[in-house]
């Protein structure tokens, strides 16, 4: 199996930095996107940032220009780096990364999601 550890989250005040980890391990073959989602009380889970296997990232509109995401592939990591923290950044963040892996039996290969349990971030105003 995969296991997907987020560190990093607390309790800030507004305008501060955090930076999120997310360290991958277990049973890694290929890892192609790595992202971090957000879910605050009430609301769905967004798509907070994304990076490609090559390096090509994106944002929510919301978080552009403040946060950046960054992997270090072979320490099999993602961040999120916060700046200008806002109330509304409150969530809980969960790291999601997507692999290939061989369909049993076959000689093709699917994508698989894994997640991990995330961690908090308060922002106060």
């Known amino acids: 199996q995969v296991q997907l550890v987020e560190s990093g989250g607390g309790r800030v005040s507004g305008g501060a930095s955090v930076t999120l980890s997310c360290v991958v391990s277990?049973?890694?073959?290929?890892?192609?996107?790595m992202s971090w989602y957000r879910q605050s009380a009430g609301r769905e889970r967004e798509l907070v940032a994304t990076?490609?296997?090559?390096?090509?990232?994106q944002y929510a509109d919301s978080v552009k220009g403040r946060f950046t995401i960054t992997r270090a592939s072979a320490e099999n990591t993602v961040y999120l780096q916060m700046d200008d923290v806002k109330p509304e950044d409150s969530a809980v963040y969960s790291c999601?990364?997507?692999?290939?892996?061989?369909?049993?039996?076959?000689?093709?290969?699917?994508?698989?999601?894994?997640w991990g349990k995330g961690t908090l971030v308060t922002v106060s105003s």
């Open positions: 990076i490609s296997r090559g390096g090509t990232a």
């Open positions: 999601n990364i997507e692999q290939t892996e061989l369909i049993p039996g076959t000689a093709f290969s699917e994508f698989v999601d894994y």
């Open positions: 277990g049973r890694i073959t290929k890892i192609h996107g």
